[in-house]
């Protein structure tokens, strides 16, 4: 048994705390079992004092949203230099700005939505593109905010310019991609296998059919010929790459096989900081892959490090 002290760094105060609560949990109690000493930490404002304090010898960052996968806590990390897991300042910062991500997938040959990046108070009473499109805040995860717009829809979606609106006032208006809903782990270099998320009684992979029981279905592997299987684990791994991640990452795709098998395959954005409960895409695609959930958790607290 290692004995190596691990802080889980959980919560935060992003929309996404009840994730990051559960995520936090469910790895602390695997990587106790383990043998690590473990120290939950709920993150709040004085977290460099914390961790000051604890003095780990690495951090698991179960973080999600905002401030825990933008950059941001992992450059207090540096800063205080303790190892951790997942990806560094750059690629985090990257990887949770849909627009800039999105650049970098294109230079590098990604096939990617058209899209636009406006301010969300030039939304007037004409569409900012053909219907259908999709509205999505440019620096949240967990699908908070996005909007989609349908064919028959004759103006553009209220909420955006109003006052309900919490996500930024910078949005992106992307074309809409018909078809099925492809996820691909990448762990390490290795590209994990390939799941397709079927939702239950919602119309589309939103908040409550990520993380509401039943709320969605896990197929993996997922039924794909072998050549668009390859295919989505061969970008994946490619956007891990393109951005700089390090450790875990998880690439989100769009298959519309409507029209013929071969169809039309579209990278719709990279997460850095994937759900880690026992059930989570990642931790199911390392368990297809023949790594228990403990197991997954110790190459991680293992793979931590700074300089990321």
């Not at 997938?105 to 636009?116: F, L």
């Not at 290795?190 to 279905?217: C, M, N, R, W």
Request: aromatic residues 8%.
């Amino acid at each position: 048994m290692s004995g190596k002290h691990v802080a889980v760094l959980m919560g935060g105060f992003s929309s996404e705390r009840p994730v990051s609560l559960s995520s936090g949990a469910a790895c602390a109690e695997a990587l106790e079992a383990e043998g690590y000493q473990v120290s939950r930490v709920d993150v709040g404002r004085d977290v460099a004092a914390v961790l000051a304090e604890l003095k780990p010898d690495v951090v698991f960052n179960a973080l999600h949203g905002p401030f825990g996968e933008d950059g941001t806590i992992q450059g207090i990390l540096e800063y205080l230099q303790i190892p951790y897991t997942h990806s560094g300042v750059l690629a985090s910062a990257l990887a949770m700005d849909k627009e800039q991500a999105k650049r970098v997938a294109k230079s590098y040959g990604m096939p990617v939505a058209e899209a636009k990046v406006m301010n969300r108070f030039d939304f007037t009473s004409a569409h900012p593109m053909k219907p259908p499109y999709v509205v999505k805040p440019v620096r949240e995860g967990s699908s908070f905010g996005v909007v989609i717009v349908k064919e028959d829809q004759a103006h553009p979606p209220q909420v955006i310019t109003s006052s309900e609106w919490r996500y930024g006032d910078t949005i992106m208006v992307e074309r809409y991609i018909y078809g099925r809903e492809l996820t691909c782990g990448v762990m390490g270099d290795v590209a994990l296998g390939v799941t397709e998320i079927v939702p239950q009684g919602h119309s589309f992979y939103d908040y409550d059919s990520k993380y509401v029981s039943g709320g969605s279905k896990h197929v993996i592997p997922a039924q794909i010929s072998p050549k668009i299987y390859q295919k989505i684990q061969t970008l994946a791994l490619k956007a891990h790459k393109a951005m700089g991640c390090r450790g875990v990452s998880r690439s989100d795709f769009r298959y519309d096989d409507r029209f013929s098998e071969e169809g039309e395959v579209i990278w719709l954005e990279i997460n850095t900081q994937p759900g880690m409960t026992p059930t989570s895409l990642v931790p199911e695609m390392a368990q297809h892959a023949g790594h228990s959930f403990g197991e997954f958790l110790r190459w991680m607290v293992e793979d931590a490090s700074c300089l990321r």
